[in-house]
């Protein structure tokens, strides 16, 4: 993913990450929705900070509206993917992994079987089975063919966005 990027991440791009994660927010469950527990993908991160659009909204949701749920791995995959995609600087990566740690509950994974081709993919799903999520939003294919592990659904950002507005 990161290799075929060679977009730089621009200062007003990183400013704006960095309100974005700053505020203070207490998701509580509403009326209409109980707290979801959900693991945001790598690759959500990334094209959310790097381009906006439907995975930045899915972000600001989920910091309003769920538990975010991640683990060291996933904050290492996203600070490693936009340091070689987007040449982020040293210092703005240690602030997101900061805001990420402050945001989320982070949980260590213990070993886990292989369950998908692409053996990168098996701590995402660790995260997000031990973290017991009722989501993992991800735009990636090998991950969405599962669609779901016992209570943990699999769905993209378009499904995750109908969920909440429903």
């Known amino acids: 993913m990161a290799k075929n990027s060679a977009r730089k991440l621009a200062t007003n791009r990183r400013k704006q990450w960095q309100q974005i994660l700053q505020t203070n927010v207490v998701p509580t469950a509403t009326d209409y929705h109980k707290l979801y527990r959900i693991v945001l993908d790598t690759n959500i991160w990334y094209s959310a900070i790097l381009y906006g659009g439907s995975p930045e909204n899915v972000i600001r949701i989920a910091l309003n509206n769920c538990q975010l749920i ?71 294919n090998d991950l969405l063919s599962l669609k779901s592990i016992d209570f943990l659904e699999i769905i993209t950002v378009n499904q995750f966005l109908d969920i909440m507005n429903t």
């Open 70 to 140: 991640t683990s060291i791995y996933i904050i290492n995959e996203i600070k490693t993917n936009l340091k070689i995609g987007a040449k982020a600087p040293y210092r703005w990566l240690n602030l997101l992994e900061k805001h990420l740690i402050r945001n989320s509950t982070v949980i260590e994974i213990e070993t886990f079987p292989p369950i998908v081709r692409d053996p990168q993919d098996d701590p995402i799903i660790a995260t997000a089975i031990q973290g017991q999520c009722d989501y993992l939003v991800t735009g990636d």
